[in-house]
């Protein structure tokens, strides 16, 4: 996106299924499974740049020895420096031991961290919550009952904290804060807690406690504790938790919003956000990666097997996040490659009736670097149009044959207009002077564009406030002198705020809101703020609220809608001609026909959540409140 914004963090999870001598024995390296969750984490590194984190548990270590380790870091490269240290300690490990013992098991467990046998890893991108280290995941919850310990790591984003906070002072807990993070560590934990003393109880008279803790670790059901500790969660999630004694689960929301996948052989069970990075770590074939089933959790024992196991009662129609195929994942995936592609594709009707059919005088391009895919689809896309067009007419025209030479040999005009210079930062407080450096972050490719004769297409993945095309690369393209600017964005416009990762929650940042208030006022109706306003305050929190903000938009079309938003990021002065362009939803549906999530351009919410959420964020906007509504 031309407009930067946070969005879902990235978990990965390994299980090695065998011993860790196995592992050393076979690759001539103890760092095996460190050096899979680094490919997994790497790959994934798009994910998060605010902060990392891993955590690993050795198995079968005997009393006195420390079995769990963690790292986490919010440096500005925050991966390098986490498997920096852990390299570190593998280095001190060769140098103070022999060869002999530097590839045994038994003496790495007990004398180093990190040889353990399950990892997990987090990379964080901070939205509204704070940034230092304290706030970077895997989150720990100790206890000295190997069973009773929990790591928790997720991409996820809860729309009822509230709630669920006050969840758990009914259970008697005292949290020391009320964010999702903690409320959703506590309430596991909590339950963890409760299979643990129900085994311990339904044991004693039986066993010592000895016994009775191998009795634990052997019977405890992770989804007992699933299906009690997520029963009120609402939200969007995939949640990974390790325990103390080896076992683990990944738990994916009912609507499978937030995506998990995974690939499970003899050797290893491997977990990620996005199939390219267990392609990568595992080099399988993308077939055998599986996708954890919304609502459902991936289970692994303390020795290794594993299920995938419902854990909740309903399962909601699935609306995975569609933005993940647009923006967020790496289009390494080939499905979202082709998607992609599809998006870029699906635009060019528009893009034709907006230059008027003259590609003779167009220009294509695209912004940011990760548009280029859409652009390759909307190139396929023109290129299939001037095949059609030759064939009509070769066929229908009889040409001559000057006209079929240079019918033939024509080709779309392809540049490269607008590259992202450098990442200017200032201390200069006056706006004028930040104005003019935003407009200089962005740089172009200077004469190619024949002055006031081309048009300038430029698709983009999405525009979300426009702020970047108003204050730099719409006064850039201009300087061009180009006969019209045309901005297609890949995705439709962004109208309701996202509750379930996105960094997008207040009503005011989005172009389309801001666009629809000016038609209001145009058109004499702002009184239906006012109108919507006391539904939001009266009604807008009930569990079974609708999305009452949906009843501002409904007046106006989507061509309405983008021609003011034209209107509104023309900057001051621009000689050109603009017309700023969007997918439609049906369209996105045609391309993504598997991922349904559509709530930021709909208002369609998957959770009842959710429609509290945007009724909260408008009254929040009519309030002139700038917290978040979640």
């Known amino acids: 996106m031309s407009d930067p914004i946070k969005h879902e963090c990235g978990i ?19 760092l095996y499974g460190a050096n899979k969750l680094l ?20 198995l079968g270590l005997e009393p006195g020895y420390r079995y769990i380790s963690r790292y986490r870091s919010i440096d500005p490269n925050p991966l390098n420096k986490i498997f920096e240290k852990v390299g570190k300690k593998f280095g001190k490990a060769r140098k103070e031991g022999t060869d002999e013992q530097f590839h045994s098991e038994e003496w790495l467990k007990k004398n180093y961290g990190f040889t353990g046998e399950v990892w997990l890893g987090h990379l964080r991108y901070g939205t509204h919550g704070k940034n230092g280290l304290e706030s970077c995941h ?15 790591a997720g991409n996820f984003n809860m729309t009822n904290v509230d709630e669920l906070f006050d969840i758990l002072v009914q259970l008697g807990q005292n949290p020391k804060e009320k964010t999702d993070t903690v409320t959703v560590m506590e309430k596991v934990g909590h339950f963890l807690d409760e299979e643990n003393q129900l085994l311990f109880d339904g044991n004693k008279d039986e066993y010592n406690n000895l016994e009775i803790t191998q009795k634990i670790e052997e019977e405890l ?40 996948y995974y690939y499970a052989d003899d050797e290893v069970i491997m977990v990620a956000s996005e199939k390219p990075a267990i392609k990568t770590a595992i080099n399988c074939n993308y077939d055998q990666i599986k996708e954890v089933k919304p609502g459902h959790a991936l289970i692994i024992d303390k020795d290794g097997d594993w299920t995938e196991e419902q854990f909740v009662d309903n399962i909601l129609p699935k609306k995975s996040c569609t933005f993940e195929r647009i923006y967020f994942s790496r289009s390494s995936d080939p499905d979202i490659y082709r998607e992609r592609k599809k998006l870029g594709e699906l635009l060019v009707p528009k893009v034709l009736k907006a230059v008027n ?19 390759l689809g909307l190139m396929n896309g023109i290129d299939e149009y001037l095949i059609q067009k030759r064939k009509e007419i070769i066929i229908d025209g009889k040409p001559s044959t000057d006209d079929l030479d240079a019918l033939l040999s024509f080709r779309p005009r392809v540049e490269k207009l607008v590259i992202k210079d450098a990442k200017l930062r200032t201390f200069i407080t006056g ?43 719409l006064t850039l393209l201009d300087k061009l002198d180009p006969k019209k600017v045309v901005i297609v964005s890949s995705a439709p416009q962004i109208r309701y705020p996202d509750c379930y990762g996105i960094d997008m929650s207040k009503m005011k940042d989005f172009i389309a809101f801001r666009a ?14 006012d109108e919507v306003m006391a539904k939001c305050v009266e009604k807008g929190s ?14 106006f079309t989507q061509e309405e809608i983008s021609a003011k938003i034209t209107e509104i990021v023309r900057p001051k002065g621009m000689k050109a001609d603009l017309e700023i362009l969007f997918q439609t939803v049906d369209n996105l549906h045609v391309a993504c026909p598997n991922h349904e999530g559509d709530w930021y351009f709909t208002g369609d919410f998957p959770t009842p959540g959710g429609n509290r959420v945007v009724n909260k964020a408008f009254v929040n906007f009519m309030k002139g409140t700038t917290g978040r509504a979640y």
Request: charged share 25%; aromatic share 10%; hydrophobic share 40%.
């Open 12 to 30: 990965a999870h390994i299980r090695l299924r065998k011993p860790l001598q196995f592992y050393i024995d076979k690759y001539g390296t103890p």
């Open 39 to 58: 490919l997994l984490m790497k790959k994934m590194q798009n994910r998060g740049q605010d902060g990392a984190g891993i955590a690993n548990i050795k």
């Open 138 to 152: 895997p989150f720990l919850r100790q206890n000295n009952w190997r069973s009773r310990n929990l790591v928790v």
């Open 221 to 260: 059901k992770v989804i007992n504790i699933l299906k009690k500790s997520f029963k009120d969660f609402d939200g969007g999630y995939a949640m990974c938790g390790m325990m103390g004694h080896g076992a683990s689960f990944v738990a994916r929301d009912p609507a499978g919003i937030r995506p998990a």
């Open 357 to 375: 059919f003259d590609l003779k005088n167009t220009i294509f391009s695209y912004i940011p670097n990760s548009a280029e895919t859409s652009y």
């Open 431 to 473: 706006d004028a002077e930040r104005d003019e450096l935003v407009a200089n972050v962005y740089d172009t490719t200077y004469e190619v564009v024949n002055k006031g004769k081309d048009n300038l297409v430029i698709i983009d993945d999405s525009i979300v406030r426009g702020t970047t095309l108003e204050k730099s690369i």
């Open 516 to 529: 629809v208030l000016a038609l209001l006022k145009d058109h004499g109706k702002l009184n239906l703020l």
């Open 542 to 555: 009930d569990k079974d609220a609708p999305n009452y903000v949906k009843e501002i938009y409904a007046p």
